[in-house]
């Protein structure tokens, strides 16, 4: 069995400092992984995703994620939080089953506030 | 434009009548799903197609129907709505060709159907 773990439901930051908000993932077998946001009243958004290749991946918005295998853990970053990044962001994983199914898993969600 | 639609957006209804809500995608993807959203609970899997005539239950497939005649919808059924189903509905595509999608299969979102049942 897969699970995503997102260890904080609320995350608040003043404008212009760091943002991290971190997922830890439990798969069986090797993962795809992916952040997604969602604003108020919109749907979801891709910002990022890791298949295997670079570990470190770079998203939308200057968001970028490290995927750690050895602490099975794909935490997001961006070096200065924007106003417009206040939204919920959702950690996901993805495992293939034979021929294309697959399942995908979805975090709890963790609710960014960037404070002026 | 590549789009997934839902319809309606906005659904109030009352226990126990029937009620549909359609999605469409323009990017003759094969796969798509439908998901709830419920608070402190992230997305739950309701049920997802693999292609046309295939279907498949997910994580919470009780109380709902879907059909998938053809490519491009995957209407997903209430056949008799209860107030537990009130929620924040997502359908969802992705190809399942790999040359496309590399071996992301990232999906692609709906705006939502906000379904209150009193």
């Known amino acids: 069995a897969q699970s995503v773990t997102q260890l904080d439901s609320h995350v608040s930051v003043s404008e212009g400092t760091p943002v991290l908000l971190r997922c830890n993932y439990s798969s069986s077998y090797s993962p795809s992984l992916f952040w997604y946001v969602q604003h108020p009243n919109k749907g979801l958004q891709l910002l990022l995703k890791y298949t295997s290749a670079a570990t470190l991946v770079k998203g939308i918005n200057g968001f970028e994620a490290e995927f750690k295998k050895s602490e099975t853990s794909f935490h997001l970053t961006k070096p200065s939080a924007h106003m417009s990044d206040a939204a919920e962001y959702f950690c996901?994983?993805?495992?293939?089953?034979?021929?294309?199914?697959?399942?995908?898993?979805f975090g709890s969600g963790t609710q960014l506030t960037v404070l002026p | 434009e590549a789009q997934v639609t839902q319809n309606p957006r906005y659904l109030i209804t009352v226990t126990g009548k029937k009620l549909t809500v359609t999605c469409s995608q323009n990017?003759?993807?094969?796969?798509m799903s439908w998901y709830r959203q419920d608070p402190g609970l992230g997305l739950r899997q309701i049920y997802y197609?693999?292609?046309?005539?295939?279907?498949d239950k997910g994580d919470v497939p009780e109380g709902y129907k879907v059909s998938r005649k053809e490519k491009r919808n995957f209407p997903l059924i209430l056949e008799s709505p209860s107030p537990n189903q009130t929620s924040l509905y997502f359908c969802a595509s992705s190809s399942s060709d790999r040359r496309t999608s590399g071996r992301s299969y990232e999906q692609y979102f709906g705006p939502g159907t906000r379904l209150t049942v009193t």
């Open positions: 996901v994983v993805t495992l293939f089953r034979s021929g294309s199914a697959r399942q995908l898993t």
């Open positions: 990017m003759n993807h094969e796969y």
């Open positions: 197609s693999m292609n046309v005539e295939v279907t």
